[in-house]
């Protein structure tokens, strides 16, 4: 089946990469929330991706274009400072293990001056390999793994349909760490709706204080015409919580999260209101902030709904 090249859907923090794509979609295409599921996994011939590395390479040393390629290749390129490459689409951890050791060591040997290498993981995805094979990755510069986590209420995460269970997040989150591979991942305010607000909170605070993450970025819910969380919602079914609520489960989740060290944000331009911080270090200062928004309920101090992005 012909590959197609997936659209760029890639963490904030990779907007100086290239993008390789491995896989488009997701193969966990279930969460009800994400416009992935609306989507089909699709897995990338090696000998394409091969050649689309080649194409790189010839281009970084030898300015030279490859016609088969296509123009995204080359408008990436020309903007590209040749250390990080972000592997697509919404998880290419699903891509068949010894065909991802393949890419990577050929990618190494062509492009020598990389890095770091990033991808998206289910925790599935992460399940699924030994902490020696994710070694083995990372000694082959993978160098961190963006996971959704969502929500730490099972209620919440079997709603979605996510697929995986609190714990199960967890064990995935501790082989990442035993690894070495830098683990980022995110959760989502406002996803347990209004009357599961509060134990969204919590659990959520719980599970990251579990997973002691790297980065931790919370974003908050916008619903995606078309998928299941949308139908829901107009059935009656789910209720949107207010921004100052939003910030009000973000408060609770720095409060009642405790990190080993943890660089958290809410800077995705889905939030309401950014903010960050080195964790536990900056904890009282964040809540200080959040508390000040909270008490004036000022929505000039928020971000406008016009400019919220996905
Ligand atoms: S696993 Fe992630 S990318 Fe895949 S459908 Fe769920 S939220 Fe979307």
Redesign the pocket.
Known sequence: MTFIRPEIIRPPSEHASYYLPLTSG??????T?????M?RLGIRDLDEVKREIDAVSLYMNHHVRVSEQPEIVYMILRRWNGEKIFLQD??ALIYPYAKLVEALEYLNEKLPGVERIAS?A?P?DILRRSVDELRALKDLKLGILYM?V?SGDDGVLKR????VTHDQIVEAAGKVKASGILLSVTVILGLGGLKGSQRHALETARILTEMDPDYAGALTLTLIPGTPLWDEFERGEFDLISPFDSLRELRTIVEKSDFTDCFFSSMHASNYFAIRGRMPADKERVIKQLDTILAKRDPALLRPEFLRGL
């Open positions: 997701c193969s966990n295409n279930s969460c929330f994400c416009n992935y599921s989507s919404g998880d998206y289910t599935q959704g969502e979605i349909c996510k697929g």
